[in-house]
């Protein structure tokens, strides 16, 4: 029997167990360190942008669990990090979007991204989110290991395999000496040299020994080595600027359980097909003959008009399945499976996921329609150029549109307008659409293009209702829809020499629950098309049961710090020293303040009017109309600042972009942003 003493000791005891019980656990903490790296990943050497080192250096974290990722950019540009698929449920500005969640990381800045990664669950990746920067390596695995995985006890071992295109040049000169220049009067995407699984392939080096030789041939391929008997789930990730795999591995099915993070019902293939930014889990037994099997992802060949051949690219990129035993440098004899069971990403259902009867019987009964067309070619100054349109229920319109980012140094990324107004009427520049809390949103992706494009939503998934051409509709025929963060629209068919004209549009229809308030991008995740403005923008203000918060914390203010003044565009702003912990922000319909308690105060106003025009105070006189088309249309006037930030262009023409003279009566500054080319009219007539 226990005494007073030692019995007050046990409840001492058992409450202390209780409250630790329930005590957070720690964060797991990653850090990027961000450097220039010579490597020669297909044989090839080049400067690369690296994290750690490491070509897609790997992030692993559990369920449920606090995530603090401290980025350190030792480059010599601006950065952001997005981590591909994670929701950020109260955390939008941890997103990663540069200039939509945040400023960008300065050269020499460090920036600390704090989250919970919320229900996400499976495979992720993460990615520099500006300036293309991710096709020169900036990214890696992100995965997010479940103990409750339905398909836990189906494998012995957890292994993950890359898949991307691989560019012997930067983004940064891709985009300006490539793709945006007059001579591309087609809009012809940059080709790429070599394709890469698990960060390694093998380039010719006979085309380009006499400019580089470093270049070594026979580069040592990728190689997966598994015990016969086992069972092993393959996280599959294409981290691509712009190709598409057809993936498989000779003698062997797979079995898919997981597409974008989302459990799926268990389906037997022998052949996936997966666009840039897509994941699928799968799993494979090791079950064959004991010998080595070529690991197949061939690029499809999506640069239309481009012969293919020109810089080397071989479209039939490899690796190596080796069985434990057999010697690793034998090379495989195995040949192609006859692929009569290639995945059908539509109707991949979603394990235990919705059906017919969970959704609105019919569009009419969505709170709201949109109908999305987008274009993609060369309109003004032949440069290449992504334009959207939307038709919606609540005449939310707009024809034609590309996408202009918010210029770092200049502008206020998009979020912080929301914070501070949740009614906020962002910049028409940004393609904006404007949805309801926690209602479900019909949303009908139509292209009207010959290829393939693959869309992205941040923060959120998709249903697929249906798919196909629109005189072919499919809709899927399993008892659960499919649900995906990243889906390819199918190409428009028919038309005259396989080209545009005259086609049938490739559509997709899904439907969006948008329960997560934020600014939340939507664009292609071809790279290319993407800095060409192929985007736009979901603006969730929240309601009365899931507001965005008022108060914001150290953590989500360091993603501003960088802006002269993220808050300034609506509101009279009082900053204070680095003392304060916490910034409160007052709503209203028109303005917003933003306040911390120490004495040091500036304020700066600038007034807003409903024809874009800005007038703002600044050391500098000098205006400038800014148009995202031809320069007669759509203008916005400004005023240069000489703000010492770095990335974006302030001061006379001669020093950030080249002046030309358009058609004889405009004389244009002509420069590239970091996210696409634009104009600004400094004179009129030459």
Not at 146 to 172: A, G, I, V, W
């Amino acid at each position: 029997m226990l005494s007073p003493l030692n019995a007050l000791q046990a409840v001492i005891v058992a409450v202390l167990c209780v409250c630790n019980c329930h005590a957070r656990a720690a964060p797991k903490t990653f850090t990027l360190n961000l450097a220039y790296s010579l490597q020669s990943p297909d044989g090839f050497q080049m400067n690369m942008m690296l994290a750690n080192n490491v070509l897609e250096y790997p992030i692993s974290v559990n369920a449920g669990d606090d995530v603090e990722i401290t980025v350190i950019n030792n480059l010599n540009v601006s950065t952001a990090m997005h981590w591909h698929g994670l929701f950020q449920k109260g955390t939008p500005w941890m997103d990663g979007a540069g200039m939509v969640s945040q400023c960008p990381i300065l050269p020499g800045a460090t920036r600390v991204y704090k989250f919970n990664v919320g229900i996400n669950v499976g495979t992720f990746w993460w990615h520099a989110h500006y300036q293309s920067q991710y096709v020169n390596g900036l990214r890696g695995p992100f995965i997010i290991s479940d103990p409750k995985d339905p398909y836990l006890r189906s494998y012995d071992q957890d292994l993950t395999l890359t898949l991307t295109d691989f560019y012997h040049n930067s983004s940064e000169w891709l985009l300006n000496n490539v793709y945006f220049t007059p001579q591309n009067v087609d809009a012809l995407e940059p080709l790429p040299e070599s394709g890469l699984i698990g960060g390694v392939g093998r380039y010719d080096c006979s085309v380009t020994q006499a400019s580089n030789p470093n270049c070594k041939n026979n580069n040592p391929l990728k190689t997966v080595t598994i015990v016969p008997g086992k069972r092993y789930r393959i996280r599959l990730i294409n981290m691509a600027a712009h190709a598409r795999f057809i993936f498989s591995i000779d003698g062997h099915n797979l079995t898919v359980i997981e597409s974008d993070g989302v459990y799926t019902v268990p389906t037997v293939t022998n052949q996936i097909i997966i666009h840039s930014a897509q994941r699928y889990s799968f799993i494979l037994t090791a079950n064959a003959k004991t010998t080595n099997y070529w690991i197949r992802a061939m690029i499809t060949d999506v640069w239309y008009g481009v012969p293919t051949g020109l810089n080397g690219l071989d479209m039939d990129t490899r690796g190596i399945l080796n069985y434990q035993g057999v010697d690793t440098t034998v090379t495989p004899t195995t040949q192609p499976d006859n692929y009569n069971n290639t995945l059908n990403l539509y109707t991949l259902g979603e394990l235990n996921g919705l059906t017919s009867a969970d959704l609105p019987a019919s569009p009419l009964d969505y709170y709201l329609q949109l109908y999305f067309n987008f274009q993609y070619g060369p309109p003004f100054y032949n440069s290449s150029t992504g334009s959207m349109s939307i038709d919606s229920s609540d005449s939310q319109n707009f024809h034609g549109s590309q996408y202009v980012m918010q210029m770092a140094g200049r502008d206020s990324p998009l979020l912080p307008l929301l914070l501070q107004n949740n009614s906020v009427q962002l910049p028409p520049t940004v393609n904006p659409v404007t949805v309801k809390n926690n209602q479900w949103v019909y949303f009908s992706i139509q292209n009207a293009d010959s290829m393939e494009h693959p869309f992205h939503l941040h923060g959120h998934t998709m249903v697929i209702l249906a798919y196909g051409n629109l005189k072919h509709q499919s809709p899927p025929v399993n008892a659960t829809y499919a649900r995906r963060d990243t889906i390819q629209v199918p190409a428009c068919v028919g038309g005259k020499g396989g080209g545009d004209s005259g086609c049938i549009k490739g559509f997709v229809n899904v439907a969006i629950k948008f329960d997560n308030p934020g600014v939340w991008p939507f664009h292609c995740h071809i790279e290319w098309h993407m800095a060409s403005g192929l985007q736009m923008t979901f603006v969730n203000g929240g309601d009365a049961t899931n507001v965005l918060p008022t108060t914001l914390g150290a953590d989500a203010l360091a993603m501003f710090d960088s802006c002269p003044n993220p808050f300034a565009p609506s509101s009279s702003v009082t900053s204070a020293s680095s003392s304060a912990k916490t910034t409160s922000l007052v709503r209203s319909s028109s303005s917003a303040a933003k306040t911390s308690t120490t004495s040091k105060t500036t304020t700066t106003t600038i007034a807003k009017t409903t024809t874009t025009t800005k007038a703002s105070t600044t050391t500098t006189t000098k205006a400038s109309t800014r148009t995202t088309a031809k320069p007669i249309t759509t203008t916005t006037t400004t005023t240069r600042t000489t703000s010492s930030q770095g990335g974006s262009p302030r001061g006379d023409c001669d020093t950030y972009g080249a002046e030309v003279c358009y058609e004889g009566d405009l004389y244009l500054c002509y420069y590239w942003t970091g996210f696409y080319l634009t104009w600004d009219v400094w004179y009129s007539g030459c």
